[in-house]
């Protein structure tokens, strides 16, 4: 089965070895030139999305998503402002010929329409004039040429969306086809309020306490309670567990919101505890699993209560559905921003909240062995965002997968059960 993987360190060499046959070579940039395009993009406060085409565990290709266009690229295109691009799609030259090109279309565009960077009327994308395989299998899904053109490449276009002017302003708009139209900007004022309006019942002058890894989450909730509370009264906890490779992404995220933080490593607790375990129990691995992010909330809850603090959840409505979260770990919390928002969702609010790309679309790493959350759950986030918005999952083993982790899992967002005992309660129960 054909699926896509975000390109990271694990898997850029493999990437970067697939070649196109000799005769291709001038339709497509070589994959090492386009990750260093990728990297140049976001650095440049732009957005791009390299992944590997995989059949199972084989790489037979690549492609890359773009959004807008970066402060460098100065003589883009008029189509590139404020729409999504396939910037790249190859095929290795031992894999062609067996339709591996158009299922990877196929998925790309089916993360594209699932809006990860705000919403788009358009998908662009450009080839040379000669490469008519690369215009018949564009063409076939809708795309038509333009007439403008990118450098010596045509362009051509598909429709996303409806022409801007014609969606209302809320959130819960639709488009021509009666889906959801995700308004990104309300969203992000509606929770800003929300949280306000929380902390003046549950905790008026308190802080906000929020585990900072600098992943998407839990830096749109600090972004958020920054804009809902000012800067003074948000503290970021870094928390890394011995050496963690990219805490550099989360010292720079509480550099960008100015916010107050602390370092607590839960290195020598972790150890302290599995030291106890292992002589006398045979460790499991979802102990292993579990533990950090148990002792990770526990710290958050030391510090909150020093600075007279209240902890944000910084759980999303994609990863609170299929349960990936530890329960009393980093599904705990007192007051939580994004627990109805998809991943895409809360991406999209990122964005809106003026968050670098680097902290939006930073791939979140299990810590373990560094798979991504979608290598670990066997499909990507957009399928999820999809079928949890609009029902609708185009591979049945995929649906049954996650209707299996929703009915699994569903315990962890209730309250655990309480034995009902008759017994009359005369006190008064007031809020």
């Known amino acids: ?53 995989y059949d199972g565990e084989t790489p037979v290709g690549f492609l890359m998503i773009g959004y807008g266009r970066d402060e460098y690229w100065t003589d883009a295109p008029a189509i590139a402002k404020n729409n999504y691009s396939l910037w790249r799609l190859m095929i290795d030259r031992r894999y062609q010929g067996r339709g591996f090109g158009r299922e990877a279309l196929r998925l790309a565009l089916e993360l594209i329409k699932s809006m990860p960077c705000g919403t788009a009327e358009y998908c662009w994308l450009s080839y040379e004039p000669e490469n008519t395989a ?68 549950n905790g008026r002058g308190c802080n906000a306490v929020i585990g ?113 979260s530890t329960r009393y770990g980093d599904s705990a919390g007192d007051f939580s921003p994004l627990a109805r928002l998809t991943v895409a969702e809360v991406k999209a609010v990122g964005r809106a909240l003026g968050l670098p790309a680097m902290f939006v679309d930073k791939p979140p790493i299990d810590g373990l ?3 991504t959350d979608e290598d670990n759950l066997g499909f990507t986030y957009a399928v999820l965002d999809r079928y949890i918005r609009e029902g609708i999952c185009e591979d049945a083993e995929t649906k049954a997968k996650i209707d299996r982790m929703r009915r699994n899992s569903r315990f962890k967002l209730e309250l655990m059960p309480a034995f009902e005992y008759g017994g009359p309660i005369l006190a008064a129960d007031e809020r």
């Open 1 to 53: 089965m054909i699926r896509l993987e975000r390109v990271t360190g694990k898997n850029a060499y493999d990437i970067m070895e697939l070649k196109v046959r000799d005769d291709q070579r001038g339709f497509v940039a070589d994959n090492t030139l386009s990750l260093a395009e990728a990297y140049v993009a976001v650095t440049g406060g732009g957005y791009a999305f390299p992944f590997g085409i």
């Open 212 to 324: 900072i890894s600098g992943g998407k989450d839990s830096s749109v909730t600090a972004a958020l309670c920054a804009e809902a509370l000012g800067r003074e009264r948000v503290v970021g906890v870094l928390m890394p567990n011995g050496e963690q490779f990219d805490i550099d992404v989360a010292k720079a995220l509480v550099a960008h919101l100015g916010i107050k933080h602390y370092i607590v490593n839960i290195r020598a607790a972790y150890e302290g505890i599995m030291s106890e375990l292992e002589p006398q129990l045979e460790v499991q691995r979802q102990t292993v699993v579990n533990l950090p992010p148990r002792l990770r909330m526990s710290a958050l809850y030391a510090v909150s209560q020093s600075l007279n603090g209240r902890v944000a959840n910084t759980c999303n409505l994609s990863e609170d559905w299929v349960g990936y």
């Open 369 to 371: 062995c560094g798979k």
């Open 134 to 201: 690369a215009r018949e299998l564009y063409r076939s899904f809708g795309f038509a040429e333009t007439g403008d053109t990118d450098g010596d490449e045509v362009i051509a276009a598909l429709r996303l969306s409806p022409a801007p002017g014609t969606q209302t302003e809320h959130d819960t708009s639709t488009n021509g086809d009666d889906k959801m139209v995700f308004n990104a900007e309300k969203t992000k004022n509606d929770v800003v309020e929300w949280i306000r309006g929380w902390f003046e019942q």
